[in-house]
């Protein structure tokens, strides 16, 4: 595509359609910041809608264009006439076809985050958390996500560089790692600095701005899925900051609107908005983006981040359940049975495993209501069980026989940590069904066998299992704790990372400790009780 279109042939493709001069500040250029515009970038792939391109004519004859330089130019007006900034929705307010969403407000969409806005930070300072980010923040997050060549890399710091709010998300969780390796051993609140307020409030101000544009874009699915996108992208971000710094309870929020998000999207319905030629009658905007190759980078953007919240959304509501008894919108088993999406390429966990995982959660969200109403149908509860064991059953002796060869592969380290959770959805699923008797002989034999597997794990593999490290050890035998706390231990004694997994390993200790000291509680004690004693809402991701 011909060069053109602006005062500099160097600034941002936003302000070269805008035809306006751009002060190039980089990640995100100041002209555009002030205007809450969306700036695409300088050297980064052009985005979709310029893409296939012969000349910068046809890139300004585009829709997009025209609606960039509406958008200003009614941004210009207003301001002109009220001598204040644009409004916007107010703090929260994430609204989709006129309806707010039903989860609780996030605190970072409050504005008064913002209030720790940072004074313009050295380049230099910017290049070494990056390196943290690209080198060590990252690799230890995804380690099943390979960034093996050129494109892969190329991925990465165009998505980070194309998003200015994502970019300062991704540098305050390097500030985060970076302060926690100097200060005291604590249990929460790590590395919370003041250069990390600070980043994450620019982030927060740079999601507040996406959230105005969503409201804007919500019309045409396409260009309502580009903003999405980079919703999802920064909010993975505070999220993340919540995981390494271990707030317990506030990572929840970040991900409810995660979920609100992506509910919305998936069920977004305009009559004669869809592109007619790729859409079957029951596709949703998400459907088709996530199947949608034509720009492979964003298309994998997508997935990753989208893949991401499922992972963490399968692993928290088994942990603790659903939020509440509403019917879940966002209905992502078919996707994970599918393949459509893959938990394997980013934590390990194959997505069928994940998706049993799900579908118990399902089970017991179903059982509990009807217990509620007094019309629990055993033998509905007995036969879906069944199958859900069957499954289980079948994965595990796949997996079991299935031959190891190189364990430096990461599809092979894949199948071992699979195979953990597999092994944590059976003790799962049986105590859903036979509660929480420790002496049951079933119990015995699944907790066993999930030990021995952990410990076979290649050393240091264990963070990647946590959940299924917590779930079967808190229904573990008196003999067996030692065994469980040495899998911790040898970790520390070679000053390997942890994960949460010393997390996991406190909250089985609460429920070893309650199971012994107040038995009348054999019955009901489990991994929720235990967080409950502890007054913790611990993410064992």
């Given at each position: 595509m011909a060069s053109g279109g602006s005062r500099s042939r160097n600034g941002c493709y936003t302000c070269r359609v805008r035809k306006k001069k751009c002060d190039e500040q980089h990640p995100r250029c100041g002209s555009c910041t002030i205007r809450d515009l969306e700036c695409y970038g300088f050297n980064t792939p052009p985005p979709d809608w310029m893409q296939g391109k012969q000349n910068w004519k046809e890139v300004m004859a585009t829709s997009e264009a025209r609606h960039l330089q509406s958008i200003a130019e009614a941004?210009?007006?207003?301001?002109?006439?009220?001598?204040?900034?644009?409004?916007?929705?107010?703090?929260?307010?994430?609204?989709?076809?006129?309806?707010?969403?039903?989860?609780?407000?996030?605190?970072?969409w409050d504005g008064g985050v913002c209030s720790s806005l940072p004074s313009q930070k050295s380049p230099r300072e910017d290049a070494r958390l990056l390196k943290i980010y690209l080198e060590f923040v990252f690799p230890v997050q995804f380690t099943f996500c390979s960034l093996s060549g050129p494109a892969d890399h190329r991925w990465l710091m165009s998505g980070l560089c194309s998003n200015s709010a994502r970019y300062q998300g991704a540098l305050s969780v390097s500030a985060c790692f970076d302060a926690s390796l100097k200060e005291p051993q604590r249990i929460d609140g790590i590395g919370l600095s003041v250069e990390v307020a600070q980043r994450k409030a620019v982030a927060v101000q740079g999601l507040q701005t996406l959230v105005t544009r969503f409201h804007q874009q919500r019309v045409v699915p396409k260009d309502m899925i580009r903003v999405a996108i980079q919703m999802l992208e920064v909010m993975h971000q505070l999220l993340s900051l919540e995981v390494f710094s271990m707030l317990e309870g506030t990572w929840l929020l970040h991900h409810q609107a995660t979920m609100t998000l992506l509910e919305a999207v998936q069920n977004y319905n305009a009559a004669g908005s869809l592109d007619k030629e790729r859409a079957s009658p029951h596709s949703s905007p998400l459907d088709i983006a996530l199947g949608d190759f034509s720009c492979p980078d964003t298309q994998r953007t997508l997935e990753f981040h989208v893949t991401c919240v499922v992972w963490i959304d399968v692993i928290a509501t088994a942990t603790f359940g659903y939020p509440s008894r509403d019917v879940r919108r966002f209905d992502y088993i078919p996707y994970l049975r599918a393949n459509t999406i893959k938990t394997q390429g980013i934590m390990g966990c194959h997505s069928t495993v994940m998706a049993s995982i799900a579908e118990i959660t399902h089970l017991a969200d179903w059982k509990n209501a009807q217990i509620q109403s007094s019309s629990l149908d055993a033998e509905e509860l007995s036969s879906r069980a069944a199958a859900i064991s069957l499954q289980l059953m079948e994965q595990v002796h796949e997996l079991d026989t299935q031959p190891i060869v190189n364990l430096d592969d990461l599809e092979s380290r894949s199948s071992l940590i699979t195979l953990q959770f597999a092994c944590a959805s059976q003790v799962y699923l049986h105590v859903l069904l036979h509660g929480f008797d420790i002496d049951h002989p079933e119990l015995v034999r699944l907790v066993r066998q999930g030990l021995e597997r952990l410990e076979a794990l290649p050393f240091g593999s264990i963070i990647r299992a946590n959940w299924a490290f917590t779930m079967i050890g808190c229904f573990a035998h008196e003999n067996l704790h030692e065994r469980f706390r040495r899998l911790i231990r040898s970790l520390m004694e070679h000053k390997r990372p942890l994960g949460m997994t010393w997390k996991g390993l406190m909250v089985m200790e609460e429920c070893w400790r309650l199971r012994k000291c107040q038995p009348e509680l054999n019955d009901n004690c489990d991994w929720r009780m235990a967080m409950k004693s502890l007054g913790s809402q611990v993410l064992l991701a």
């Open positions: 941004q210009y007006k207003a301001r002109r006439r009220s001598g204040q900034t644009v409004s916007r929705p107010k703090a929260g307010q994430l609204v989709i076809g006129g309806k707010p969403p039903s989860v609780p407000e996030p605190i970072w």
